[in-house]
């Protein structure tokens, strides 16, 4: 099972655009990348998940270079509600959960 | 995207009485939902798989008489904390696997917080 990687904590500033990368050199041919929001004492929610190359939806652009062993999420001009942890997770239900990144937005 | 619903959100126990905590797919059929547990400030732990018809897989250090786990439909997973003590207190989540394409997606409740007095 692919072991992921990111930054522990990041800071923005309203408006900004933020991009989160996540490592995973041991993903595997079948992996699929999926990155997740949490709320404090909520549960995680999709974002976007990806295979390779760049995917696109209404609140995030996900980046996969070639050799798939790292992904960017970028956020376009946060808010102060995205202040939240972003996890990356790589391959299935089974995978486990990094440490995540601390996103803080301040205005 | 799919609805997972986890109820209740929030619950308080005296020590030694055991807690059930339901997770439903609302929109989709879910052959397999997974359990997980985090404590404050710290990422999810998987706890165990659940399989519709089928025993639960724990993981390893995870007590399975002390986590009781059921399938029994494929929009319906329960965790019941047996004999709870106050170290079970902790924040407890599911989440259900939703196929879309070739690919699958991952979808959470809501959480549980459970507090053993």
């Known amino acids: 099972l692919a072991k992921t990687t990111q930054p522990i904590s990041m800071d923005s500033y309203e408006g900004q655009e933020v991009n989160i990368t996540c490592s995973h050199n041991?993903?595997?041919?079948?992996?699929?990348i999926t990155w997740y929001q949490q709320f404090p004492s909520q549960g995680p929610r999709f974002i976007i998940q990806g295979y390779k190359t760049k995917v696109t939806n209404e609140v995030a652009s996900l980046f996969i270079p070639a050799d798939r062993k790292s992904s960017t999420l970028s956020l376009p001009r946060v808010s102060l509600s995205d202040t939240a942890v972003y996890y990356c997770l790589v391959g299935d239900g089974k995978s486990t959960f990094g440490d995540g990144t601390t996103l803080t937005v301040k205005p | 995207g799919a609805v997972v619903s986890q109820h209740p959100s929030r619950v308080i126990c005296k020590s030694g009485t055991s807690v059930k905590i339901e997770c439903r797919s609302l929109?989709?059929?879910?052959?397999?939902m997974f359990w997980y547990r985090q404590f404050p400030k710290q990422s999810l732990m998987l706890m165990a798989t659940s399989n519709e018809g089928s025993k639960a897989t724990y993981e390893q250090g995870v007590e399975k008489d002390k986590f009781l786990i059921n399938h029994a439909s494929l929009t319906l997973s329960t965790l019941t904390v047996t004999s709870a003590h106050p170290e079970d207190s902790s924040f407890y989540i599911c989440?259900?696997?939703?196929?879309?394409?070739?690919?699958?997606?991952?979808?959470f409740g809501s959480g549980t917080q459970l507090s053993v007095l």
């Open positions: 041991n993903i595997a041919t079948n992996d699929y």
């Open positions: 989440s259900a696997r939703d196929y879309q394409g070739a690919n699958e997606k991952l979808f």
């Open positions: 929109d989709f059929q879910a052959t397999t």
